[in-house]
């Protein structure tokens, strides 16, 4: 069974621009969140999509929207791209949800850089 | 809110020593708990987990055993190879229905020949 793919792999972006990064879920996993990881800040939470339907939240700026598709592929997108923003995000798909029973499978990021 | 911590690294070690990484947590209600690997370049994969008190997980050699009684879930292995080298997160989900995942910092290892 394929893993889960994020596209594009890298990307380059300068301030005020916007970026759309992709996510495809394992066959038949419903559920997508996204993740940011930077040196400071470590992995924090984005949001989670569960049946094209925002189940959850983190704490970022409404800069920072998602969307899920009906089969359950998800993007994201980042406007107004500040500095700060440079971070790999990743995506992790589960079959219901992030819960104590169902493990999250995580893809190999996309590495955001903004200069 | 949740919060895990984990020891800071780098932890250097030889290879074939014996490896802890310290994991501890705070958590409202009966939480799952996880050990999540990053090698360079790549996202993370799951190595653990431990779904309850008491549980022990292990994959690989490495072992972690979830204690309540003092909030914590370290990493052990007996031996580490070089191809052990990677950032190690402990993580933590909530029991009850969905939650997202809280991670530590991270914990980077390093095993010299």
């Known amino acids: 069974k394929a893993g889960v793919t994020q596209t594009p792999r890298y990307l380059i972006k300068t301030r005020g621009q916007q970026v759309t990064l992709s996510c495809s879920p394992i066959?038949?996993?419903?559920?997508v969140s996204w993740y940011q990881q930077t040196p400071g800040q470590g992995l924090q939470f984005l949001f989670e999509?569960?049946?094209?339907?925002?189940?959850n939240k983190g704490n970022f700026p409404g800069r920072f929207s998602g969307r899920q598709f009906s089969n359950s592929r998800s993007e994201m997108n980042v406007s107004t791209l500040e500095l700060g923003d440079s971070a790999l995000y990743l995506c992790?798909?589960?079959?219901?949800?992030?819960?104590?029973?169902?493990?999250?499978?995580f893809g190999p990021g996309t590495r955001l850089t903004v200069l | 809110g949740d919060s895990v911590t984990q020891m800071e690294g780098p932890v250097t070690l030889s290879e074939e020593a014996f490896l802890t990484i310290n994991c501890t947590y705070t958590?409202?209600?009966?939480?799952?708990l996880f050990w999540y690997v990053q090698y360079p370049g790549e996202g993370l994969q799951l190595l653990l987990k431990?779904?309850?008190?008491?549980d022990k997980g292990s994959n690989k050699g490495f072992e972690a055993t979830y204690r309540k009684e003092t909030t914590s879930f370290h990493l052990e292995k007996g031996s580490v190879q070089v191809s052990d080298s990677a950032v190690y997160f402990c993580?933590?989900?909530?029991?009850?229905?969905?939650?997202?995942?809280?991670f530590g910092k991270g914990t980077m290892l390093l095993v010299s020949p």
């Open positions: 958590a409202t209600g009966y939480p799952s």
């Open positions: 993580a933590l989900s909530e029991g009850s229905g969905y939650s997202t995942l809280t």
């Open positions: 431990a779904t309850k008190a008491d």
């Open positions: 999509y569960f049946s094209e339907t925002q189940r």
């Open positions: 066959s038949g996993h419903r559920s």
């Open positions: 992790a798909s589960s079959t219901d949800g992030p819960s104590s029973t169902d493990t999250q499978y």
